[in-house]
């Protein structure tokens, strides 16, 4: 250390004295001394003579003499040396210090003001990171020390808490400039700002303050001030400070120590308190450190070496609540300073983690770092601040989605403020905004709520938007809420879209911040002052756009609010539900619950698994439904939502949670999930294991016999892992609920489950679950032991919905052996010789039913029967004694005896038992039939009586059911008798009738059974029957001359309509003898012709005369009979015509169309007066025969003699003219005359009449409808309504351009034959069309009328597809085409970006190209999503296949317009190229060969003229430049192996091909003859290439051929399916020609019909408008149309309402005009209003492109406003006015409100011109008066509706805010504003419409006379003699056609052998290939 001493000459200073201090530190002084020298009124030589002297300086010693700072005195310097200055006499300039030296300063009054002025600048912000802010103040001072640094600007905060090394610290550290002892004395000097600092000792090397030039976000580093905040900070921290500084260029340290205490010391001894010393020493120099407390300062003082410069603030008597919170929350100070210099750590850009380099603009070099030393073991910890990512600002910037940059300058001062406003959207289940780490939440985690609400809050809360930067550095405690301009005020998004806004303020010095750099003092009042000019600033310039920020800043808000806002979508609404388990009444209801949702790009649905996110415990589960707080009613957009998770697995939790949807753990896969769920699942009890310790396990389906011992039985339950477990495991700690196990027997009888054990055992740690043996198994049946988990508690055998482990075992006990036995029961009666069986069941000990012992014999005893067995059954335990038969007499008074029936067993117990039974007469066994004589004798006529018995076998008389006896007599139906109750009966023959004719007896048969016991033998006896006396025959006879007799079934020919009379009968008996007729017989005589018959006549033995019938088809059946019919005779009358009396005609149809043959035929025939036909026309008659009718075509009319009917048909009935309706046919023949009735409907429909249409001109916009609908009559060739509902009328368009939509665009006729067509929409380029409408009838075409229409073009309308590609590029077949760029290009050249990609389809196919429309496309194509780089100008299509087929194919673009509309690009023709060889094959594949053994080479050809290609992978020929060879062989297929291959002519099994240019030419290959082979075996014909030049083998052709040994029919076969095809193939090109032929005509009439219905439908219109004289002729028409233009000319020329506007630029490209000019409005009070309310955009210009209005703008120097259309958006506003909801009004609006833009009509493009006045007018509303306007208001905002700005007709305005009155809302007087022009008056548009229909009707009549003469000329040509000789030929062919084709379904095929059938059958045929064996 420097001896610090005075001189003892030392002058008493005076006045104007000047003293400085002499330092004498050479280099060979130990100790420095120091001397105080006078210099007042010295030069500088006096100064460096009395120098020397002073301290002995030698005359050649060499001495510098310089300041503190190093600077050498010279003359000028020291004449500025101060007073008291210090100065160092050294050997050099740059010596170093051999000792420290002091240097004297002063600074200003009280220490409090230092000491004291930390607290009170910091205190304010206790709870607000005061430490942080306090430790900025020193890293400011360090930023600008370091501001000139070209390198690393290094910035350390050490903060040491180290005990060994000694008290806490906290060191600033820097590597900046360095401060002189000058500007370290500054430093210390308080609220000595920059702006009045001496740099320098020395005045003429002082710099004053130079502000910095401007820099991106103000960061220059000029932020040390104020002169304040350094002392406040350091004595804020801790007690003392220490400065060390070396300054660049100086090789001496300068250091500064204030301390507290040396403060208060100085104080209380009266000493100068603002005086100490700078100590100025070497680098590296720490001897001056002493106290113990400060060690650390060796360490720190060594890093000084080497050091160019650096400062180090060292400040020590740190607070202990300081060191604390630098130690344990280090991390909040360093995120703090991190948010405070934000940007001077990362750039101008901030700390963009996404990117590295974007900053790269504007780099940083500083590093400032935070480091903490801590008492070992603890290690040091860094922090860089660059490397912390969770400070505010980085938070911010890279939560943002995007940013809206903007620049403020403040007048007059031009203060700058740079200002960045980003938005942080919504994403799917949350707020993106950033939550400040550093500050407490509402809850520890928001996302731990699982009470969640539904929604979200506001992002932003009450928060600030703006944080505020001065020069670079955070000001804390200023922060700027919002801005007019992006305030939610009128806003058009939601009003939550506002509170996702952050932003950031940027100053520059010009705006005043308090000294302690925590609060702005006037920034916020600056910048809502009205004169700050606010500019929006695009890529860091300010944009050119004349816009308002607010218009900008709502723009740029609306996009990212519909760009980057995510919601969850809620689907399939189920219900609305109140949850009960929410705690605050109000959220608990209305819930509404959702199955599925779609959230960022994934469907979560009701059942799927799912795992929670940052919940505790984590959740694994299956989701039961989705909720959302509020009222819906289906699929919804939301913010928020819950979910009900069921925890899984149910079987351990049973629980389920409602947690938000933002816990769903978006990554978690099902398998990830699945196997939590089973892991969870192993531990819970899965099986039981059964131990049987006495080693006696019973096996599943075990039987036993009763009695047999079950057990004892140990269980052991064990989880999936296999562990043995003994209660439920818990999902947290804690042991589960005991388990028990029960054990069940269970018998499972008839009449139900009976339990028979239940046992509960409880776990034992050695055996487990133990149950004893059980004995009392005796019962028989199925028993069930069941063992069941249990929970202990509460015996639950269930556990969260899942059964706990069982364990079940089935078996049977069955029966012991026999000890005894028991008879079943038995019929107590039994019959004799009826077998029955004794039932016998054997028991056990228990007494059950058992099995009989084997080779068991019974012994049966009865007294006074004979009893016997036949066999015994045994099956099972089921014993059975079987046929039993007892036999005996029976007398009737034993019938009731009873008898003892003994059974023994011999070898039992018990081996007897009795039985009691009696005995019954047995089953019938004969039939005993009486009388016994034989044979019976009967009198015919008469009945027989036989009394029949039936006996069994003992001969005793039974009785049975079914006892049935049948007694037949010959020839006579049976008759039968019951005996079953008594055993016997009496039967009675019918009567026996037979005809006896000669008197002799006849002998009969009589025959007994009994039909239901066939074992009864039958009785047969004879009957002898005896004639009678009864009639027996009758005879018919007519008395007349030829006494004719009628014979049975006798045919009488009479005459129709006569009678025939005389008829007469006789009657004989069977002896033939004649019986008289009494009165009684004649009373049984019966005829069946008549019911009035004469008795007397009757007993004469006359008849009653028969009447013939008048048809002669009526034959008549006539019968005469007696008695009840046995005796009778029948004949039948045929009746015969009469005389011809009338001609007679028939036919089928009635109805014949006009101009068509009547249907069928009409029959004219002659008949009598019955109309029978008389059979009298001959075929001569015809030549008599005639026909008249009104309009009859007599000419086509002919009789024709129809020889099978004796009749005449006449065909060709036809009319030609005349009414519709009835018309009567007269046929006349010689004397007769027939009139029948015809009705005649409209003829064949021939043409469709327009009879309804709109009125004309028709002119419509593309796009829309036309309202009225198209009516068209169906007429025949005659003008007649033609209702034949079979006609379909078509309406199409005159080009394809044109796109017509209707509900339907062809449809049939109605009942009256119209159709009615209702065109929908209209749309195609501009131009002029037609609506065609035709008919069709089968294949018949109609022709109909077509209504001309005009399209007006829509600007918008897409026309056209530009497409762009590489067109060199090579297509390689299966490869990939080039990137294909496509554009839509509307109606005005102009590029269309608003169709989605997905409209935008590439089609692809084969051929060649064939206009606009493309046929049948193969290959559809969709676009690509555009690289980042490329613009969003047109559609792309890249790494697109190629199709495999090499040929020409054809690429055209589609564009789907809309649903029914496309719009399709030129087509382009590309090439497509074969692509790598692979392959060898066939230019077309050959049928499969057949060969035979033959001696002619046909049939045993293979293949012939084939030609073999080298192709690639898809069969294209690729081998144009490969040479090789192929390799033809015969193989068996399917690798088989046979010894009989064919050969090859010359006998070979192979040769090979040459192969030149990738093909090889097989001109014929044929087996040889007699060739090897099996007949009918199917071969292998191979072909291999070798080609050298490709490097992977190709695979060979194969193809397969059978070989057979017969071809007799292949060559005439052969020849008639050749001539067959010449002939289909001339039949073909003839009929194409003919149908062409036919539709032309047809068109060209369609046209002929069509332009004359036009002219016709003109001419109609004219006559309705009464514009047309008489006669009709061009000059009169040419007349009218000058006289109405002559009106329209003096119309245009009237006064009429106009825009005052100037307007210049309308004609422009891309320009509509101004806005007072594209509208007119009628009424003048709504024009005045709505042109004064929008007075300042009236003459605004509108153009469609920002390029158009930038030209306008720079054209007129800025002068002109503009608007360009394609930078406005409009939004939705087609809703209706806002007292209007759901399409009902909610009050009765007054003042008639209408929107005000409805009341403009735009006469020009009216789709633009509605943006321009929905963007400026929006929802004003125009009302009749004020006191409405102001009612309507209340009333709307009344119901919580907004009101927009309300009009009203008297020129007052209502403001969207409610303010009205006061000039600003009182309209001027009209003649002093611009305003809206006028339309024309209705008649203008009317004579308008007139002059178009008088023009349009002038070139329909030159229309129509063109089709005339173009289709007369054609019909000319049809009928030329060259057409009709080709019909002919035609014909003929046809008939040569017909006759090959028979001859080939006739050709017989010989079915020998297999090789001759398929050699005979043609090409065309396909044969059935035989099976390879």
């Known amino acids: 250390m420097l001896n610090s001493f005075r001189a003892a000459a030392?002058?008493?200073?005076?006045?104007?004295?000047?003293?400085?201090?002499?330092?004498?530190?050479?280099?060979?002084?130990?100790?420095?001394?120091?001397?105080?020298?006078?210099?007042?009124?010295?030069?500088?030589?006096?100064?460096?003579?009395?120098?020397?002297?002073?301290?002995?300086?030698?005359?050649?010693?060499?001495?510098?003499?310089?300041?503190?700072?190093?600077?050498?005195?010279?003359?000028?310097?020291?004449?500025?040396?101060?007073?008291?200055?210090?100065?160092?006499?050294?050997?050099?300039?740059?010596?170093?210090?051999?000792?420290?030296?002091?240097?004297?300063?002063?600074?200003?009054?009280?220490?409090?003001?230092?000491?004291?002025?930390?607290?009170?600048?910091?205190?304010?912000?206790?709870?607000?990171?005061?430490?942080?802010?306090?430790?900025?103040?020193?890293?400011?001072?360090?930023?600008?020390?370091?501001?000139?640094?070209?390198?690393?600007?290094?910035?350390?905060?050490?903060?040491?808490?180290?005990?060994?090394?000694?008290?806490?610290?906290?060191?600033?550290?820097?590597?900046?400039?360095?401060?002189?002892?000058?500007?370290?004395?500054?430093?210390?000097?308080?609220?000595?700002?920059?702006?009045?600092?001496?740099?320098?000792?020395?005045?003429?090397?002082?710099?004053?303050?130079?502000?910095?030039?401007?820099?991106?976000?103000?960061?220059?580093?000029?932020?040390?001030?104020?002169?304040?905040?350094?002392?406040?900070?350091?004595?804020?921290?801790?007690?003392?400070?220490?400065?060390?500084?070396?300054?660049?260029?100086?090789?001496?340290?300068?250091?500064?120590?204030?301390?507290?205490?040396?403060?208060?010391?100085?104080?209380?001894?009266?000493?100068?308190?603002?005086?100490?010393?700078?100590?100025?020493?070497?680098?590296?120099?720490?001897?001056?450190?002493?106290?113990?407390?400060?060690?650390?300062?060796?360490?720190?003082?060594?890093?000084?070496?080497?050091?160019?410069?650096?400062?180090?603030?060292?400040?020590?008597?740190?607070?202990?609540?300081?060191?604390?919170?630098?130690?344990?929350?280090?991390?909040?100070?360093?995120?703090?300073?991190?948010?405070?210099?934000?940007?001077?750590?990362?750039?101008?850009?901030?700390?963009?983690?996404?990117?590295?380099?974007?900053?790269?603009?504007?780099?940083?070099?500083?590093?400032?770092?935070?480091?903490?030393?801590?008492?070992?073991?603890?290690?040091?910890?860094?922090?860089?601040?660059?490397?912390?990512?969770?400070?505010?600002?980085?938070?911010?910037?890279?939560?943002?989605?995007?940013?809206?940059?903007?620049?403020?300058?403040?007048?007059?001062?031009?203060?700058?403020?740079?200002?960045?406003?980003?938005?942080?959207?919504?994403?799917?289940?949350?707020?993106?905004?950033?939550?400040?780490?550093?500050?407490?939440?509402?809850?520890?985690?928001?996302?731990?709520?699982?009470?969640?609400?539904?929604?979200?809050?506001?992002?932003?809360?009450?928060?600030?938007?703006?944080?505020?930067?001065?020069?670079?550095?955070?000001?804390?405690?200023?922060?700027?809420?919002?801005?007019?301009?992006?305030?939610?005020?009128?806003?058009?998004?939601?009003?939550?879209?506002?509170?996702?806004?952050?932003?950031?303020?940027?100053?520059?010095?010009?705006?005043?911040?308090?000294?302690?750099?925590?609060?702005?003092?006037?920034?916020?009042?600056?910048?809502?002052?009205?004169?700050?000019?606010?500019?929006?600033?695009?890529?860091?310039?300010?944009?050119?756009?004349?816009?308002?920020?607010?218009?900008?800043?709502?723009q740029w808000l609306q996009n990212c609010h519909e760009k980057f806002d995510k919601q969850v979508k809620f689907l399939g609404f189920k219900g609305t539900i109140t949850r009960h388990d929410v705690p605050s009444k109000k959220m608990q209801q209305p819930w509404a619950t959702f199955s599925s949702i779609e959230w960022e790009g994934k469907t979560y649905k009701t059942g799927q698994h799912v795992k929670s996110l940052r919940t505790n415990p984590v959740l694994y589960g299956t989701i039961d439904r989705f909720l959302l707080y509020g009222n819906y009613d289906g699929d919804v957009f939301a913010t928020g939502g819950q979910v009900e998770v069921i925890r899984e697995p149910k079987a351990l939790y049973d629980t389920i949670k409602i947690i938000p949807i933002s816990k769903i753990d978006k990554a978690a896969t099902d398998e990830v999930i699945r196997r939590n769920i089973d892991s969870d699942l192993a531990k819970l009890p899965e099986s039981l294991k059964v131990v049987w310790p006495k080693g006696n396990p019973w096996p599943a389906n075990a039987v036993c016999p009763a009695g047999t011992p079950l057990g004892p039985i140990n269980v052991i339950i064990l989880n999936r892992k296999g562990e043995q477990i003994s209660s439920i495991p818990t999902a947290g700690q804690g042991k589960g609920q005991v388990l028990s196990m029960q054990l069940k027997i269970v018998l499972h009888g008839s009449k139900g489950d009976q339990l028979i054990s239940n046992l509960v055992a409880l776990h034992s740690a050695k055996w487990g679950f133990e149950f004893k043996r059980n004995d009392n198994l005796t019962q028989l049946g199925k028993f069930t032991l069941s063992l069941n988990t249990m929970i202990k508690d509460n015996s639950s055998t269930v556990f969260g919905g899942k059964p706990l482990p069982n364990y079940t075992l089935k078996f049977t006990i069955k029966e012991g052996n026999a000890q005894s036995f028991v008879l079943g029961t038995v019929s107590p009666t039994v019959r004799v010789g009826v077998p029955f069986n004794i039932p016998v069941q054997f028991k056990d000990l228990y007494g059950h039913v058992t099995a009989p012992p084997p080779e068991l014999q019974p012994v049966l005893e009865c007294s006074d029967l004979d009893v016997r067995y036949e066999t015994m059954d045994s099956r099972g335990t089921t014993f059975c004694i079987r046929n039993v038969k007892a036999k005996g007499k029976i007398l009737k008074h034993q019938q009731n005896k009873s008898y003892d029936l003994k059974v023994t067993f011999c070898g039992l117990k018990k081996d007897t038992q009795t039985i009691k039974i009696s005995l019954l007469p047995g089953n019938p066994h004969s039939l005993h039939v009486m009388p016994e004589e034989n044979p019976v004798k009967v009198e015919n006529g008469n009945p027989v009586a036989f009394n029949v018995e039936i006996h069994d076998e003992a001969g005793n008389i039974t009785a049975q059911p079914k006892q049935i006896v049948r007694c037949q007599v010959q020839g006579f139906p049976f008759v039968t008798t019951d005996c079953s109750n008594t055993g016997g009966g009496q039967i009675m023959t019918e009567h026996i009738n037979l005809k006896i004719m000669d008197g002799q007896p006849q002998m009969l048969k009589v025959h007994f059974e009994m039909p239901s016991q066939k074992h009864i033998a039958s009785?047969?006896?004879?009957?002898?029957?005896?004639?009678?006396?009864?009639?027996?025959?009758?005879?018919?006879?007519?008395a007349d001359a030829e006494n004719l007799v009628v014979t049975n079934n006798e045919k009488i020919d009479w005459l129709a309509g006569g009678s025939l009379e005389n008829l007469f009968y006789r009657l004989y008996d069977e002896a033939g003898n004649e019986v008289a007729v009494s009165a009684e017989i004649a009373s049984m005589i019966k005829v069946n012709w008549t019911a009035d018959v004469d008795l007397k006549g009757l007993i004469q033995g006359k008849l009653p005369d028969i009447q013939v019938p008048t048809k002669v088809q009526d034959e008549r059946f006539f019968q005469v009979s007696y008695h009840d019919q046995s005796v009778s005779v029948s004949f039948v009358i045929t009746p015969r015509p009469d005389e011809p009396a009338r001609l007679k005609a028939t036919f089928k149809q009635n109805t014949v169309r006009l101009g068509e043959i009547l249907p069928g035929n009409i029959n004219l025939e002659l008949v009598d007066q019955y109309d029978n036909v008389t059979w009298t026309l001959i075929p001569t008659s015809v030549r008599d025969m005639n026909v008249e009718a009104e309009g009859l075509d007599t000419s086509s009319v002919a009789f024709k003699w129809q020889e099978s009917s004796s009749s005449v048909v006449v065909t060709g009935v036809r009319f030609h003219s005349g009414r519709l309706g009835f018309r009567d046919l007269c046929f006349k023949y010689s004397s007769y005359v027939e009139r029948i009735n015809v009705e005649v409907t409209a003829g064949v429909p021939a043409k469709l009449k327009l009879i309804g249409e709109p009125e004309q001109p028709l002119q419509v916009f593309s796009g829309h409808s036309i309202l009225t609908p198209f009516l068209v009559q169906l007429c025949d060739e005659w003008e007649n309504p033609c209702p034949d509902q079979r006609v379909v009328v078509h309406l199409r368009p005159s080009h394809s351009t044109l796109k017509v939509t209707t509900p339907v665009t062809s449809q049939p006729v109605n009942t009256e034959g119209k159709a009615s067509f209702t065109v929908n929409s209209v749309s195609g380029p501009k131009g002029n069309y037609q609506l065609k409408f035709t008919g069709s009838f089968t294949e018949k075409s109609i022709p109909g009328p077509a209504v001309n229409l005009t399209i007006i073009p829509d600007c918008n309308k897409p026309v056209k597809l530009s497409v762009e590609y590489d067109s060199s590029a090579r297509f390689l077949a299966g490869g990939i085409f080039p990137v294909f760029s496509v554009t839509v290009v509307s109606e005005e050249g102009s590029p269309i970006t608003t169709f989605n990609p997905a409209a935008v389809s590439m089609f692809v196919w084969k051929g060649m190209p064939s206009g606009r429309t493309a046929p049948q496309r193969d290959t559809e194509l969709k676009?690509?999503?555009?690289?980042?780089?490329?613009?969003?100008?047109?559609?792309?299509?890249?790494?697109?296949?190629?199709?495999?087929?090499?040929?020409?194919?054809?690429?055209?673009?589609?564009?789907?317009?809309?649903?029914?509309?496309?719009?399709?690009?030129?087509?382009?023709?590309?090439?497509?190229?074969?692509?790598?060889?692979?392959?060898?094959?066939?230019?077309?594949?050959?049928?499969?060969?057949?060969?035979?053994?033959?001696?002619?080479?046909?049939?045993?050809?293979?293949?012939?003229?084939?030609?073999?290609?080298?192709?690639?992978?898809?069969?294209?020929?690729?081998?144009?430049?490969?040479?090789?060879?192929?390799?033809?062989s015969i193989k068996c297929p399917n690798g088989e192996r046979s010894n009989s291959l064919p050969l090859f002519e010359g006998k070979i099994s192979s040769f090979r091909l040459i192969l030149v240019d990738g093909k090889a030419f097989i001109n014929r290959l044929a087996i040889m003859q007699n060739s090897p082979g099996e007949n009918g075996n199917v071969y292998t014909l191979l072909f291999q290439p070798e080609v050298p030049k490709v490097p992977t083998p190709l695979e060979p052709f194969e193809l397969q051929f059978h070989f057979y040994n017969d071809a007799e029919n292949q060559t005439r076969i052969s020849e008639l399916t050749k001539k067959r095809d010449e002939l289909s193939a001339a039949i073909a090109t003839y009929t194409t020609a003919f149908t062409t032929s036919k539709q032309l005509l047809n068109l060209l009439t369609s046209q002929r019909v069509a332009t004359s219905n036009k002219e016709e439908s003109l001419r109609n219109e004219l006559n309705n408008r009464n514009m047309t004289t008489q006669p009709v002729s061009i000059q009169n028409i040419d007349r009218l149309i000058n006289e109405k233009s002559a009106e329209v000319d003096q119309i245009l020329t009237m006064p009429r309402r106009s825009?005052?506007?100037?307007?210049?630029?309308?004609?422009?490209?891309?320009?509509?005009?101004?806005?007072?000019?594209?509208?007119?409005?009628?009424?003048?009070?709504?024009?005045?209003?709505?042109?004064?309310?929008?007075?300042?955009?009236?003459?605004?210009?509108?153009?469609?492109?920002?390029?158009?209005?930038?030209?306008?703008?720079?054209?007129?120097?800025?002068?002109?406003?503009?608007?360009?259309?394609?930078?406005?958006?409009?939004?939705?506003?087609?809703?209706?006015?806002?007292?209007?909801?759901?399409?009902?009004?909610?009050?009765?609006?007054?003042?008639?409100?209408?929107?005000?833009?409805?009341?403009?009509?735009?006469?020009?493009?009216?789709?633009?011109?509605?943006?321009?006045?929905?963007?400026?007018?929006?929802?004003?509303?125009?009302?009749?008066?004020?006191?409405?306007?102001?009612?309507?208001?209340?009333?709307?905002?009344?119901?919580?509706?907004?009101?927009?700005?309300?009009?009203?007709?008297?020129?007052?305005?209502?403001?969207?805010?409610?303010?009205?009155?006061?000039?600003?809302?009182?309209?001027?007087?009209?003649?002093?504003?611009?305003?809206?022009?006028?339309?024309?008056?209705?008649?203008?548009?009317?004579?308008?419409?007139?002059?178009?229909?008088?023009?349009?009707?002038?070139?329909?009549?030159?229309?129509?006379?063109?089709?005339?003469?173009?289709?007369?000329?054609?019909?000319?040509?049809?009928?030329?003699?060259?057409?009709?000789?080709?019909?002919?030929?035609?014909?003929?062919?046809?008939?040569q056609l017909m006759d090959i084709n028979r001859q080939l379904e006739s050709t017989p095929v010989r079915p020998v052998k297999r090789g001759a059938e398929g050699a005979g059958e043609p090409s065309g045929i396909n044969m059935k290939r035989a099976k390879p064996t």
């Open 10 to 554: 030392t002058p008493q200073r005076g006045r104007g004295s000047r003293t400085v201090r002499v330092c004498d530190l050479r280099l060979d002084r130990r100790e420095g001394t120091e001397k105080h020298l006078e210099i007042s009124g010295l030069d500088f030589n006096d100064f460096l003579h009395d120098l020397k002297k002073e301290f002995s300086i030698g005359p050649r010693e060499v001495f510098v003499v310089a300041t503190t700072d190093r600077t050498i005195l010279d003359f000028d310097k020291f004449k500025e040396l101060q007073d008291g200055s210090t100065l160092y006499l050294l050997q050099h300039e740059r010596q170093d210090l051999p000792v420290a030296a002091e240097e004297h300063i002063n600074f200003t009054p009280h220490y409090d003001v230092v000491i004291r002025g930390g607290m009170h600048e910091y205190y304010a912000s206790q709870g607000q990171a005061p430490l942080s802010y306090t430790l900025a103040e020193l890293i400011d001072n360090a930023l600008s020390a370091t501001a000139k640094n070209e390198g690393l600007r290094s910035i350390e905060i050490r903060v040491l808490n180290d005990k060994t090394v000694g008290k806490p610290a906290v060191i600033v550290l820097d590597n900046g400039h360095g401060m002189s002892s000058k500007q370290l004395n500054n430093w210390a000097v308080y609220r000595l700002s920059k702006f009045k600092k001496e740099s320098s000792t020395f005045a003429s090397e002082a710099e004053g303050y130079v502000r910095p030039d401007p820099v991106p976000r103000s960061l220059n580093s000029d932020i040390s001030y104020f002169g304040v905040g350094g002392k406040q900070a350091v004595f804020y921290i801790g007690d003392s400070a220490r400065m060390i500084s070396k300054p660049v260029g100086s090789p001496d340290v300068h250091e500064l120590v204030l301390s507290k205490e040396e403060f208060e010391r100085k104080e209380k001894n009266n000493e100068d308190v603002y005086s100490t010393t700078i100590l100025n020493r070497r680098p590296g120099d720490s001897s001056h450190v002493k106290n113990n407390d400060e060690r650390f300062l060796h360490a720190l003082i060594a890093e000084e070496r080497g050091k160019a410069s650096f400062t180090a603030v060292v400040i020590t008597g740190v607070q202990p609540e300081h060191i604390t919170l630098l130690t344990d929350r280090l991390d909040i100070v360093t995120r703090q300073l991190a948010h405070i210099y934000h940007y001077y750590i990362h750039g101008v850009n901030g700390h963009v983690m996404s990117s590295s380099s974007s900053n790269s603009d504007h780099p940083t070099n500083i590093d400032i770092q935070v480091t903490l030393r801590e008492k070992p073991p603890k290690c040091p910890r860094a922090i860089h601040l660059r490397e912390v990512e969770d400070d505010m600002q980085t938070l911010f910037i890279n939560a943002a989605a995007d940013t809206f940059e903007f620049r403020a300058t403040t007048i007059p001062e031009r203060g700058t403020v740079e200002g960045i406003v980003r938005y942080h959207p919504f994403l799917y289940d949350k707020e993106t905004y950033p939550k400040d780490p550093t500050v407490a939440q509402e809850a520890p985690d928001n996302d731990d709520d699982d009470n969640e609400a539904g929604f979200s809050d506001r992002a932003r809360k009450e928060k600030p938007i703006f944080e505020c930067f001065w020069n670079g550095r955070l000001i804390p405690y200023t922060k700027v809420s919002e801005f007019d301009w992006c305030s939610p005020r009128g806003a058009k998004v939601p009003v939550e879209c506002y509170s996702r806004l952050s932003g950031v303020l940027f100053t520059d010095d010009r705006f005043q911040v308090t000294t302690n750099k925590l609060t702005f003092t006037d920034l916020e009042l600056k910048l809502r002052d009205k004169n700050t000019i606010y500019t929006i600033v695009v890529n860091g310039q300010k944009s050119s756009k004349r816009a308002t920020i607010q218009n900008e800043f709502n």
């Open 1423 to 1528: 676009c690509s999503k555009p690289m980042a780089h490329e613009k969003n100008d047109r559609f792309r299509f890249r790494d697109k296949q190629i199709p495999q087929h090499a040929g020409q194919h054809v690429i055209q673009f589609a564009l789907r317009v809309d649903k029914n509309n496309d719009l399709l690009s030129d087509q382009i023709a590309i090439n497509v190229v074969a692509n790598q060889p692979v392959k060898l094959g066939p230019d077309s594949q050959p049928p499969t060969p057949v060969v035979s053994n033959s001696t002619d080479i046909t049939n045993r050809t293979l293949v012939e003229n084939m030609t073999l290609r080298i192709m690639d992978s898809h069969g294209n020929s690729a081998g144009q430049d490969l040479d090789g060879r192929v390799v033809v």
């Open 1019 to 1038: 009785v047969t006896r004879q009957l002898k029957v005896n004639p009678s006396a009864r009639v027996a025959k009758m005879e018919i006879y007519r």
């Open 1699 to 1935: 825009c005052s506007i100037h307007e210049t630029s309308m004609l422009q490209l891309d320009v509509l005009g101004k806005v007072g000019h594209l509208a007119f409005v009628e009424d003048d009070t709504a024009a005045w209003v709505i042109s004064w309310h929008i007075w300042g955009d009236m003459d605004c210009v509108v153009t469609k492109t920002k390029e158009a209005a930038e030209r306008i703008y720079k054209e007129t120097n800025g002068r002109q406003q503009v608007m360009a259309l394609d930078s406005v958006y409009i939004g939705e506003q087609n809703r209706p006015l806002p007292h209007i909801r759901n399409g009902h009004a909610l009050f009765d609006p007054p003042g008639n409100p209408v929107f005000a833009r409805e009341l403009l009509i735009c006469p020009n493009d009216q789709k633009c011109c509605d943006i321009v006045f929905k963007n400026i007018l929006g929802n004003t509303i125009l009302i009749d008066d004020l006191e409405s306007a102001n009612n309507y208001r209340r009333e709307v905002v009344q119901k919580k509706i907004q009101c927009p700005t309300i009009l009203t007709r008297q020129g007052e305005r209502v403001s969207a805010k409610g303010k009205f009155g006061g000039a600003q809302n009182k309209a001027p007087p009209m003649n002093t504003i611009p305003v809206f022009g006028a339309p024309f008056p209705q008649i203008y548009h009317t004579l308008k419409r007139d002059i178009e229909l008088l023009q349009q009707y002038q070139l329909a009549v030159r229309k129509k006379e063109e089709a005339e003469k173009e289709r007369n000329d054609f019909l000319r040509n049809l009928r030329s003699p060259d057409m009709t000789k080709k019909h002919k030929d035609m014909e003929e062919k046809k008939e």
